[in-house]
């Protein structure tokens, strides 16, 4: 038997997210049935991250368990990929050691927000990015993003409704960029609550419209009240950026 | 009576082209249908060029006459575009004299085509731009795309079965820049024949790889024998880019 981690990467617009759902296609469907079509085995893949309806990865990882020990790397992630729908596709597959679990050996994760300055809808640009109707206060928006970085309680900033018993994370770095017309937020950490980037995003746009301040975050924080952040952004905006493991021989064979 | 021009934007992926055809949903249809839904007006709309079907516009124009003269145009574009799909936008509404004409008043268009490199589909580019499989040769289109600068009986380079008694025409610019993994062709010209962009890709590409030479692109043209030009490129990375009109106030009010 041979554990192998698969990267990938894919479009997330007509997808229910990663994981399995009684209604809507999952990502994880889609590559479950795409390995059974070429392993002839039936595999439990078991992603990075659940990533929610609508949102893309730029960069993903899964692992699963095969018997077959004839895999010929290269062919291999090509007829998976012919095997796959263009809106997902498999850039990487590497061996790693039996008890690497793409989840839990994940050190973080990145995920980036694209929005877009334009007075009326870029057909280019609207699937992938949130349009705003006014330009954005870059300024504002940065003060905001130095406060999250940190170590804090975000019970404040995670969706109703989920009940997670630790609502500690870490944020090691939280920016904001422009160029020209189109705005990038970016944010790396630990681990992330359930809706916590669409919520920082939304208190950020906030921000710019000088609805709050920048120094509002640590209020928001102490208050643990979701009703003080701002409104979650929709999905569309958001991509998994980047997953950090610890590139060493005792995960990768 | 008053003339208006529209300046509009598409996505062309679910479109058979901006001309009304019997089979297939056109943008020049749904420009149609947004007018009368808000004015009320069966209105006839001339576009500035026939675009196929699954290619993109950056600029667009197009004009129609109403007998509405109580248009406030910046209420008209955000009326419009509530009417129209995310994928058509219509980017400014100009009025011009009686007598203009979207396609006959166009001095000259700019084209561009799309492509990017990578050894498998990128979901967030495949749509938008051709993949190539290897990277390209930068210095050899860029002599090809020299030598297309000129007038010259474009014969050899348009789709066969499409009789048009002229085809000489004049290319101010044709060019090929990359940045990083994705490369764009530009070209700018007075008109341009049926499919005579993505032949004109296609040819580059078959420069690229060493199938023809730059300089083969005068015996091309000497022949005129579609036979000896490259293929046609799909239309997926072809985008109409600009327009040019003679932006006096003879043709604008």
Redesign the interface.
């Known amino acids: 038997m041979r554990r192998l981690l698969l990267k990938i990467?894919?479009?997330g617009t007509n997808y229910c997210g990663w994981q399995v759902q009684p209604n809507g296609i999952s990502v994880q469907q889609k590559i479950c049935e795409a390995l059974f079509s070429l392993l002839g085995e039936k595999t439990d893949v078991t992603g990075c991250s659940r990533t929610d309806s609508g949102v893309?990865a730029?960069e993903f990882y899964c692992h699963f368990t095969t018997g077959n020990q004839s895999i010929d790397n290269r062919g291999f992630?090509g007829a998976l990929?012919v095997r796959l729908p263009?809106?997902?596709?498999?850039?990487d597959c590497i061996e790693v050691n039996d008890n690497f679990h793409a989840r839990y050996d994940a050190l973080g994760k990145r995920y980036i927000y694209k929005l877009y300055y334009s007075p009326?809808?870029?057909?280019?640009k609207?699937?992938?990015s949130l349009r705003v109707p006014k330009r954005l206060n870059i300024e504002r928006i940065s003060e905001f993003c130095k406060n999250v970085i940190g170590t804090h309680d975000f019970e404040a900033f995670s969706a109703a409704g989920k009940s997670v018993t630790d609502t500690v994370r870490t944020v090691y770095d939280c920016s904001f960029s422009a160029d020209g017309d189109d705005y990038t937020f970016t944010i790396e950490g630990n681990g992330f609550l359930y809706n916590m980037v669409r919520i920082l995003v939304g208190t950020a746009l906030a921000v710019s419209d000088g609805k709050l301040n920048p120094d509002d975050f640590s209020k928001i924080i102490q208050s643990k009240n979701r009703a003080l952040a701002g409104k979650t952004v929709p999905p569309h905006g958001l991509y998994l950026n980047k997953v950090f493991y610890e590139r060493d021989e005792e995960n990768f064979g």
Do not use: E, L
Request: proline residues 5%; glycine residues 0%; charged residues 30%.
């Open positions: 990467c894919y479009d893309h730029n992630i990929n263009d809106d997902i596709s498999v850039i009326v809808i870029d057909p280019f609207d699937k992938y």
